[in-house]
């Protein structure tokens, strides 16, 4: 198992100390350029850590919904040894328009659930893809009245928004998150992808704030 928590406590300090007072929760979303960058792994070791100081509770969001991989690796035997099994599933709509939607109009709020991570305050969602039809397809928007929602009974939100190169789930949802960090794999050529993908954020009403350079990554070599 790997262990990142002397790496990455120095951005949990760091993206605190800019953190507005104003005793509401906060959202930092979390992509990569490239999907090789262990993005996931960067993101869900970031709010493990940030619970550990966390009164409210911290929400990881995984928008790869099929695959549900930050559940996943919650669930699998190592960590439940080490942090104790993911709990019951809480609903997550908190009663407002979510930011997940079926696209043939049928109601998806139950379809997103939360579930408390052992006896942290950290909560990782889950998608049940079987309450969609067969072909239908699902949507990620702003949803703006539901992150506000969010801030008011969470210390923080985590999002783990896949790179573009897997999907374009993130782009709707980088205005509104409060900070976007970048997460790299150590290589020049994805700083520069990552520069691009920054100017998008901002070109979507977003904020970058950080970049992570994961040197466990391992760049994949060219054919």
């Given at each position: ?10 951005l ?5 100390r800019?953190?507005?007072?104003t ?6 979303l ?9 993005l996931?792994?960067i ?7 940030a ?18 991989s ?25 009663n407002?328009?979510?930011f ?11 379809a997103l659930t939360?579930h ?6 950290l909560f990782?969602?889950?998608?049940n893809?079987?309450a969609?039809?067969?072909?239908t397809r ?13 801030r ?6 985590v999002?783990?928004a896949?790179?573009p ?14 900070a ?19 100017e998008?954020v ?13 040197q466990?990554?391992r ?5």
């Amino acid at each position: 198992m790997i262990d990142l928590t002397e790496d990455l406590s120095q951005l949990v300090h760091s993206l605190e100390r800019t953190r507005p007072d104003t005793g509401r929760g906060w959202v930092i979303l979390f992509t990569a350029p490239n999907r090789h960058a262990g993005l996931s792994l960067i993101t869900r070791e970031f709010a493990r850590l940030a619970a550990r100081k966390s009164q409210r509770g911290v929400w990881l969001y995984d928008l790869d919904f099929l695959a549900n991989s930050q559940y996943r690796a919650f669930a699998a035997p190592g960590m439940v040894r080490k942090f104790g099994p993911p709990g019951a599933p809480l609903d997550a709509s908190l009663n407002k328009d979510a930011f997940w939607k079926f696209d043939n109009d049928t109601d998806a709020k139950s379809a997103l659930t939360l579930h408390r991570v052992g006896r942290s305050r950290l909560f990782v969602s889950r998608f049940n893809a079987r309450a969609a039809a067969p072909g239908t397809r699902i949507k990620v928007r702003a949803a703006h009245d539901y992150w506000e929602a969010v801030r008011d009974v969470v210390d923080l939100a985590v999002i783990d928004a896949p790179s573009p190169e897997r999907s374009r789930a993130g782009f709707a949802l980088y205005g509104e998150a409060d900070a976007v960090v970048f997460v790299v794999d150590g290589t020049e050529k994805s700083a520069e992808q990552a520069h691009v993908l920054a100017e998008e954020v901002e070109a979507r009403g977003g904020l970058p704030a950080g970049l992570v350079v994961n040197q466990l990554a391992r760049p994949r070599r060219a054919a």
